[in-house]
């Protein structure tokens, strides 16, 4: 077996880039119509909804018993209460983090469906509970250590590939919804909450 290095070695200097180069070229514009392919695509919030339910079960597989619990229904109705006492409009905010969490959970079925596509199953939307849990167990595990390594990554120019591509969108979208709620209601549920 050849390694590239001693087949390019063979040929004109010239040469060598020009292959290479129509290489990165033509692996540059299919990795961009893949993603447009993706990312083109809108779940519905049907399916959205069972994908966060699937989501839910894969995160309590894994859940630790000194995790905290989430916050409950009428937790966060409290909070926007005290938000609109502050004079901030509880109305703007619900719909600023629902856009958010729409857009996040839209580039997470995007990942959800790629991979599907590398197990070659189709539709996502078509899975039955079972197969969709398995597959959104994979699209969690790798957002998880996306999210591990983001601070990590050499920051080396590493060829982007469709997956590392929306992994990187998830990330962006998922950290702007942390930010929504680190500015509108943290400060808000520090100050009502009662294990000061």
């Not at 018993?65 to 004079?87: R, T, V």
């Not at 596509?117 to 079972?130: A, I, K, M, S, T």
Request: aromatic share 8%; glycine share 4%.
């Amino acid at each position: 077996m050849y390694s590239l290095n001693r087949i390019t070695r063979r040929l004109p200097a010239a040469a060598n880039r020009r292959p290479l180069r129509e290489y990165l070229a033509r692996r540059n514009r299919d990795c961009r119509q893949d993603i447009n392919a993706m990312t083109e695509k809108i779940f519905s919030d049907a399916f959205l909804s069972r994908l966060t339910l699937a989501v839910r079960a894969v995160e309590q597989e894994g859940q630790d018993a000194n995790d905290p619990e989430p916050l409950h229904a009428e937790d966060y109705e409290a909070i926007y209460f005290a938000y609109q006492e502050a004079g901030g409009d509880p109305t703007a905010a619900k719909q600023r983090i629902a856009a958010a969490r729409a857009c996040r959970d839209q580039a997470l079925g995007q990942i959800v469906q790629f991979i599907a596509d590398q197990y070659g199953v189709g539709p996502v939307e078509r899975l039955g509970d079972e197969a969709l849990t398995d597959i959104a167990r994979d699209a969690f595990d790798a957002t998880e250590c996306w999210l591990d390594q983001v601070e990590m990554l050499d920051r080396t120019t590493v060829p982007e590939s469709p997956l590392r591509i929306l992994l990187k969108s998830h990330y962006r979208l998922s950290e702007a919804m942390l930010h929504l709620h680190d500015t509108l209601l943290w400060p808000i549920a520090k100050r009502i909450s009662p294990w000061k």
